[in-house]
């Protein structure tokens, strides 16, 4: 099996073990987003080693559950045990034996061939093409951010960053009617954030948290760079709540006594169920392919790598099948 592998570093492999698992369906892999969370387990976050890729659309060739074959997927990507008090609600997101597509104990979507189970699977709609549903894992974590806090219209919302989780926060938080703010670096992304629905841009420029300070009801730190947190901090209210989406390898400083002195709430945040995200998509009135900056094959995996580290970039998709 072809495949985009980390080991030692990050390799094409033509070689990679047969991903098929027992009573699982095996899903030929269209195609995969590059994810902030794959290059920082190449920086060594997550210590995870075998082939990386969980944001995927595929094809399923294989499954116990004969409805499901030859239909275009895509997937959840923490598959639990199955027993314990988290998989007996049906929700795998924190069994602490799951595996997690490319990132935990699973081989991932860079490669022909990847394996989940059929329950993880959710069969796509003709309406939504490939360079849409690709971003559904994505969508779902910024959705997710509704599952954990309420947002109010008359509430105002910053988002930290303007990458391409950022942008998928925006447009999950315009849906609330929230005022909401921007805050990022590149002249570019801030006017796409303005399409997604921001309704004011701010560049990240120093000073620019001492002039916002203290004006928000919500701040989400979705940047990827570990310095967004001392900028959410500075720009929430008193008891106001911070949102923290990034992860990074190795520790983020963070000033704990402006958490107590200013009363915070802080909310970590990672993955989302992708029902609620595909109803988005499929009712949906913007272009996720806006997102896209740039498309190889999987043979350029490596070089996808490289771009999609790139700052100037938003996502960049790898071809497979
Ligand atoms: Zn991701
Ligand atoms: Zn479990």
Redesign the pocket.
């Known amino acids: 099996v072809k495949a985009l592998t980390f080991r030692d570093g990050l390799k094409l492999v033509r070689d990679a073990p047969d991903p098929r698992r027992e009573g699982e369906a095996l899903v030929q892999v269209i195609c995969a987003g590059i994810?902030?969370?794959?290059l920082e387990i190449v920086k060594g976050y997550a210590g995870f080693r075998g082939t990386l890729g969980?944001?995927f659309v595929g094809r399923v060739l294989e499954s116990p559950d004969t409805s499901l074959i030859g239909r275009r997927v895509v997937g959840e990507i923490n598959a639990g045990c199955g027993f314990c008090e988290w998989c007996a609600q049906g929700d795998s997101r924190h069994c602490p034996d799951r595996t997690v597509l490319g990132i935990k104990g699973r081989d991932g979507a860079f490669a022909e061939f990847l394996s989940l189970p059929n329950s993880n699977l959710i069969v796509l709609p003709d309406s939504v093409a490939d360079d849409s549903a690709v971003f559904i894992?994505?969508l779902a974590?910024a959705l997710n951010i509704l599952e954990q806090i309420s947002v109010k219209n008359s509430d105002s919302v910053a988002v930290v960053g303007d990458g391409k989780l950022a942008q998928l926060v925006v447009l999950v938080m315009a849906q609330t009617g929230c005022s909401l703010t921007l805050i990022g670096r590149h002249g570019d992304k801030l006017e796409l954030a303005k399409e997604f629905g921001a309704t004011r841009v701010l560049r990240a420029q120093p000073g620019v948290d001492r002039e916002w300070a203290s004006r928000f009801d919500v701040v989400v730190e979705a940047s990827g760079a570990p310095s967004g947190l001392a900028t959410a901090l500075a720009l929430v209210k008193p008891r106001g709540t911070v949102v923290m989406k990034s992860t990074h390898e190795g520790s983020t400083p963070l000033e704990m006594s402006q958490v107590v002195v200013n009363e915070l709430t802080i909310v970590g945040s990672r993955c989302g169920r992708f029902r609620p995200a595909l109803d988005l998509l499929a009712g949906a009135r913007f272009d996720l392919s806006r997102l896209i900056s740039g498309q190889f094959p999987l043979e350029d995996g490596v070089r996808a790598f490289e771009e999609a580290s790139a700052p100037h970039n938003l996502k960049i998709i790898v071809q497979i099948g």
């Open positions: 994810c902030n969370t794959d969980h944001e894992e994505p974590a």
